[in-house]
């Protein structure tokens, strides 16, 4: 028998059914983060092999982020009108059809359009994912524990991609990172169907306007950015284009406000620590983009490492990522969300300053590993406090679009914060540097733009979650 719980509906099974519904939810999360790690460490074989430039190298994961960020906000309405588990495993079906297609490449456009199409999968997916777990866990420890799991994933994921994505690129392909996810989609979707309980149906209307205007719009930003790297920021195209990515952002905020059902209630920015957490995550993630993709550039152009080698020269921040994930519960009952969120922040922020000193003579253990470390307890500590903030008294009706607006912020942030540090990247040189000494110079300089942007997440924290005088929030 089913019932309502105050944050949505959940239904009632015992513990080994709640197991395996929280084991389902954060493998098919794990599948999604994977999916974005593995292709790092794979990155200068694909660039390699399709004959990608080092600008167009950025649109790997662009397409995929921004097609993923843009339409997850209709995937989650999606979830609400159609059923979320309907939703769940269509999702997966997506995924996992182009995952293949991606395998099989043949040129750069065949790969960036199979990786568009897998981020629809991953849009559809991932708020299915978060509101499943919202709805089968009620508000409290339980779901805090939940949420803490679906955090870990992170960690977990980001571990087994890069490790994973390093051996099948030395030892097969590339390509075979993205053949492993069809076995693993197939057993999902059967799990799902049996597992999973299918919420109620709702009457209602997608809102196509807001997002056509939001996805294009960030597409064009984006792109306007990156563009600028290749071709200066005085180049009338470029110019058009950023002004149309502004002007349909802005458009989509006056849709959204007028829309009967909009895709993002703007009352869920009515709560000053709801509307912290998006900025803060947009920003958190802007600057940890640029960690990921261009260390993997810097282990292997500057130091030399092999693809598994630089996989597992990760380990020092996915690790202690997935410790700390884990350890979040336990932490927030002594020192509260906010201030636990505040100290995962100002850790990030030393980790990635240290790691800007890089230069072409740098040894791993000091000037790479040990920074590495603080990175990934900063993350760990930072995306599960981030998600509780971000879902915090939610009602039933918006459980949906606000899982989709944490996700939005997770790879929006990602794909503008990336766009902005390869114009960094370009704009990095110092002659007559050439070479790996050229290339550390660079990286440096984007490791110092994601010190910046994860400092002003810090600031957003402080001023608009960490009350000073209030009673610490304990959600575990």
Excluded: C
Excluded at 94 to 114: D, N, R, V
Excluded at 287 to 294: E, K, P
Excluded at 357 to 364: K, L, M, N
């Amino acid at each position: 028998m089913n019932n309502f719980v105050k944050g949505g509906f959940a239904p009632s099974t015992g513990t080994s059914h709640r197991a395996a519904v929280l084991a389902i939810i954060v493998v098919s999360y794990l599948m999604i983060v994977i999916d974005i790690s593995i292709v790092i460490t794979g990155l200068p074989k694909i660039q390699a092999g399709l004959g990608f430039s080092p600008a167009g190298l950025s649109w790997v994961q662009n397409a995929y982020t921004l097609a993923f960020g843009g339409l997850l906000m209709l995937g989650a309405r999606a979830g609400d009108i159609l059923g979320r588990r309907r939703m769940f495993i269509a999702g997966l079906a997506l995924f996992t059809l182009s995952s293949f297609a991606i395998g099989i490449a043949q040129s750069p456009a065949w790969l960036l359009a199979a990786r568009a199409v897998q981020g629809v999968g991953a849009a559809v997916l991932a708020p299915s994912t978060l509101a499943l777990l919202s709805t089968h866990f009620p508000e409290g420890p339980e779901r805090t524990r939940a949420l803490a799991y679906y955090a870990a994933a992170a960690g977990v994921g980001a571990s087994v991609g890069l490790v994973l994505g390093g051996l099948v690129a030395d030892l097969v392909s590339w390509r075979m990172g993205f053949f492993i996810n069809l076995p693993i989609g197939l057993a999902l979707m059967l799990g799902a169907r049996r597992y999973l309980a299918e919420t109620p149906q709702r009457p209602g209307r997608f809102d196509v306007a807001g997002a056509v205007s939001s996805t294009l719009g960030m597409t064009a930003l984006v792109y306007g950015i990156v563009r600028a790297a290749e071709v200066g920021w005085g180049d009338p195209f470029t110019l058009t284009i950023l002004g149309s990515g502004v002007l349909l952002l802005a458009l989509f905020v006056v849709n959204e406000a007028r829309a009967r059902q909009p895709i993002l209630p703007l009352r869920l920015f009515a709560s000053r620590e709801r509307s912290g957490a998006y900025a803060a995550r947009l920003l958190f993630l802007g600057g940890m983009v640029g960690f990921w993709f261009f260390t993997t550039q810097y282990l292997q152009g500057v130091l030399g490492y092999r693809p598994l080698e630089a996989g597992l020269a990760f380990l020092p921040t996915t690790l202690p990522n997935f410790l700390a994930a884990m350890a979040v519960p336990r932490l927030t009952r002594r020192w509260g969300n906010a201030r636990l969120l505040a100290f995962g922040l100002l850790l990030g922020v030393v980790g990635m300053a240290w790691l800007g000193q890089v230069d072409a003579h740098t040894a791993y253990l000091t000037g790479v590993a040990l920074p590495m470390i603080l990175i990934g307890i900063g993350q760990g500590g930072v995306l599960g406090p981030l998600t509780v903030s971000a879902v915090a008294g939610v009602a039933g009706e918006d459980a949906g679009a606000a899982s989709g607006l944490v996700n939005v912020a997770h790879q929006l942030g990602g794909s503008l914060g990336l766009g902005i540090l390869v114009v960094v990247f370009a704009a990095a040189s110092v002659a007559p540097m050439e070479g790996p000494e050229l290339l550390s110079l660079r990286i440096a300089h984007t490791f110092m733009a994601s010190t910046v942007m994860l400092a002003l997440a810090l600031a957003i924290v402080v001023a608009f979650i960490v009350r000073p005088g209030a009673q610490p929030r304990t959600v575990g």
